[in-house]
């Protein structure tokens, strides 16, 4: 059985930033908290956990005076700031580059639609920590979409500016830039800005063609990873003997029977050591003789 970990998969440049400030900031031995999992993969949370990094959410900020606080990479919006100065939190601002650009442009937008009598419109999941911080930009309210059944809260007859949470498929996105035009009243009216990140979106072609090259794929990621579930599917559609895991005791050995090859891949939240340690556990549980290919040093 050859086994073929891809090298493109792993953490992205927000979350590498982001594990790494974590990491600085532990290595004194002293607690740090994190508003929120540092990353929305369980395995890598436990083992910052065992560093020191405790999570919390939101109402447990009162009890914090005087601690550090962990902002993670997806952001948070200004108000989360304001009460974390209020309290006396030491603040540790880990918000990926790619996700305070987006918020700039999401001010931005509001200003010229409110001067416009417009709407702005961002695709995303709501609940998601970015799109919440995406939001809690300005008070004027923001209306999120996640398909195409959520454009009946858009007033066509109004200016609409549509952006997107950094981690969105950009066919879904261009599919509902074309049909917002279509329904406007004055397509003219409607702005259109990509704001997908590239590091992520550029994942989707590549992994198409990786799944494609196996006879089983083992995609690895938390569940709570959005972007995990939009690459899962990619892999999928290319190649439907794909199956999703959040750690090696999940590996079904069912999966492996009479498969020549297998490719293990995975999502911007889903850290190198740990698809190393699925390929580890395929070949020492279902292959005698073959290792999984060399990689390099882990990308963390």
């Known amino acids: 059985m050859r086994i073929e970990i891809d090298d493109k998969s792993g953490f992205c440049f927000g979350v590498v ?23 929305h993969n369980r395995i890598e949370v436990q083992r910052l956990e065992r560093a020191g990094l405790h999570t919390v959410a939101h109402g447990d900020m009162e009890r914090l005076g005087g601690r550090r606080l962990f902002i993670r990479a997806h952001g948070e919006p200004p108000s989360t700031f304001a009460r974390a100065a209020e309290l006396g939190i030491d603040v540790i601002d880990a918000t990926c580059p790619v996700v305070a650009r987006l918020q700039r442009r999401v001010k931005q937008a509001h200003e010229r639609m409110r001067a416009a009598g417009g709407q702005v419109v961002i695709l995303g999941k709501r609940g998601h920590a970015e799109v919440a911080g995406l939001a809690g930009q300005v008070a004027d309210p923001t209306i999120v979409v996640e398909g195409e059944e959520d ?3 858009i007033d066509f007859a109004r200016p609409i500016y549509f952006l997107s ?44 063609e990786f799944a494609r090259r196996f006879d089983t794929v083992v ?5 709570k990873s959005s972007n995990g579930k939009v690459l899962f599917e990619v892999c999928r559609a290319a190649n439907p003997a ?8 999940e590996l079904d050995p069912a999966w492996f029977r009479g498969a020549a090859s297998v490719g293990i891949c995975g999502a911007t939240s889903t850290p190198k ?9 395929i070949r020492d549980r279902y292959s005698e003789d073959n290792k999984p290919t060399e990689l390099p040093l882990r990308n963390r």
Do not use: K
């Open 273 to 281: 050591w740990l698809m190393r340690q699925v390929a580890d556990a």
């Open 151 to 153: 454009l009946r809260l």
């Open 17 to 39: 930033r982001a594990i790494t400030e974590a990491e600085r900031a532990l290595a004194d031995g002293a607690t740090v908290y994190s508003l929120g999992d540092i990353v």
């Open 219 to 223: 995609f690895v990621c938390g569940r």
């Open 242 to 249: 794909t199956r999703q895991i959040e750690e090696p005791a």
């Open 165 to 208: 949470q950094t981690t969105q498929s950009i066919a879904l996105f261009e599919r509902l830039s074309g049909e917002m035009r279509r329904r406007a009243a004055d397509p003219s009216h409607v702005v259109i800005e990509d704001t997908i990140c590239r590091q992520v979106s550029n994942r989707e072609q590549h992994l198409a």
